[in-house]
């Protein structure tokens, strides 16, 4: 799986947007983006994918540049709940698992 | 709740013992699999299942057995361990092995090797 690069760390006010940005360079054309999160004291929980077009649902939006070399996962609204570590993960199609990194670990400030 | 069950969620062992770690999925799922995560290192997968039948072993040590009886059980069997195994394993299960399948993690046990 091709590596990708987050920010070890962000902070940001409750109720404002959270942009969460991953570097991805070397994504190869077939590559999906994944996007998960881990909450203190649980198991990590899936956000949201995509391949080459934003996508959005219920928890967040992706958004894919358009050389795919970069997406960015944005939070409409951070909640204290969304304090957490995210991952940025990219998966080669086939029968391939998820490599996680070290992620983004996002503190919100009430 | 992700309709993936881990017990124990708590576990301490004597290096000389033997325990076992389950996991269980409510989903419907034909694929599971068993990472660990040390403190401050990332997760780390373990094991991969497919339709009850193993399909990555990510050079784990043989002291770590896996047991997949059917598609909702996995199991990983534990013998002899050393203190650096203590972790955080976590087990998880997809639809199946195809890309696009988002995986639903359980919660985890908190092992601790004395």
């Known amino acids: 799986d091709a590596k990708t690069t987050q920010p070890n760390s962000m902070e940001s006010n409750e109720e404002e947007p959270v942009h969460l940005p991953c570097n991805h360079s070397t994504i190869s054309g077939t590559d999906y983006i994944h996007w998960y999160r881990q909450l203190p004291s649980q198991g990590p929980e899936y956000v949201i994918h995509?391949?080459?077009s934003n996508v959005n649902n219920r928890m967040a939006s992706l958004a894919i540049a358009e050389d795919r070399k970069s997406s960015t996962l944005i939070l409409h609204r951070a909640t204290l709940r969304d304090a957490a570590v995210y991952y940025c993960i990219l998966r080669t199609p086939g029968n391939t698992p998820l490599v996680f990194g070290k992620g983004t670990r996002l503190s919100v400030i009430a | 709740e992700t309709g993936v069950t881990q017990t124990p969620r708590h576990l301490v062992m004597g290096m000389t013992n033997k325990k076992s770690l389950k996991c269980e999925q409510h989903?419907?799922?034909?694929?599971m699999y068993w990472y660990k995560q040390s403190a401050k290192k990332p997760l780390e997968l373990m094991f991969v299942y497919n339709f009850k039948e193993q399909t990555e072993n990510n050079s784990v040590p043989s002291r770590f057995s896996p047991e997949c009886p059917n598609s909702s059980h996995l199991f990983l069997h534990l013998h002899t361990l050393q203190p650096e195994d203590s972790a955080l394993y976590l087990c998880a299960s997809s639809q199946n092995g195809v890309t696009y399948n988002e995986q639903f993690f359980g919660p985890g046990t908190r092992l601790t090797v004395l």
């Open positions: 989903l419907g799922h034909n694929a």
């Open positions: 995509g391949l080459t």
